[in-house]
Structures are given as structure tokens and as C-alpha cells.
């Protein structure tokens, strides 16, 4: 099974000239949405996992099933003002501008060993700001996850300090 198969492309979605990766086809396809499970976690092999973070919001879909399936806790890191708890930021550039992400404090615990999650690696923006929250917090970052990754924007560069896997690459 090729999970690729499943990705739909969207031409002008969410805007003319970008071509949106559409994973709702694999969501649809338990045995597929098995198989791309199985391939994120297979990238772990025998690490001790504490955390898994998803980046809001698709970040959510396989972060959630990574966190079952490696036996770890989930934590969502949202756009602002969308926690209800007392929480830190990281503010990060956008091609026009900038945008922020906010964790809870009391989410990740000094030496927890943690997985980042999201379903794409792009400009890599959003995943160095949450590695920042992360590590803010005194985790410890396994690996930064992603189910694709669009290696024509160089996103791996910003956060090339830390280990990187990616299910599928454009």
C-alpha cells in the first residue's frame, strides 16, 4: 500500500497558485490511515516516548494516533486565545507577516521525551516554534514527525538540529 495514493491535490486551495495536499481521502481509508500510523511510529523504532505534539490543526489527526499508539500523552498546541489554561507562546514568520502558537505550561515536564508532530513540513515556521515551546517547557525533543513534506520550500533547514522524519516527500 502507498499511502501517496491517498493525497488528493487541490489546484488554488486555499489560494490561486498553491496546490493544497488534501489527506481527508487517507482519513476516510481506515486500512490506510492504519499503514501511514504504522509507518510514523515505525520511524521511532524502540524510543521511550512521554509527549507527542500536534500542531493545530491537521497536526491533530495522527498526532493523537501516534500518542495511542507509542503509549504517550497528546498535547495540542493552538493558534492563540484558543487554550483554556495558562499558557506560553512562540511567534513565528509567515511569508507576509507573522503568526503565533501557544502551549500550556503545565503540558511538558522538565526531561520529557518528546515527539513533535504535523502533517507537513512546508517553510518549517511552525515546527521550529514549537520545538521552542517545547524546549521552553524543558523537553527534550526525539523527533520532529511529519506525515509529508514539501522538500522544494527547505523547511528541514530550520530545523535541522534536531532529527527529522517525513512519510512522504515532494
Known sequence: MHIKNYIRDIQGFPKEGILFKDITPLLNDPIATKEAVFILAESLKAQKIDKVVG???????FGILLAQELNAGFVPVRKPKKLPYETISATYELEYGTDSLEMHTDAIKKGDRVLIHDD???TGGTAKA???LVERLGGEI?????????TFLNGREKIK???IFSAIAY
Do not use: H, I, K
Not at 500542531?55 to 489527526?61: D, K, N, T
Open 120 to 122: 507537513v513540513l512546508a
Open 130 to 132: 514549537v520545538c521552542e
Open 142 to 150: 526525539v523527533q520532529c514527525n511529519f506525515l509529508m513534506e514539501l
Open 161 to 163: 538540529d534536531y532529527p
Open 55 to 61: 500542531a493545530e490543526s491537521r497536526g491533530f489527526f
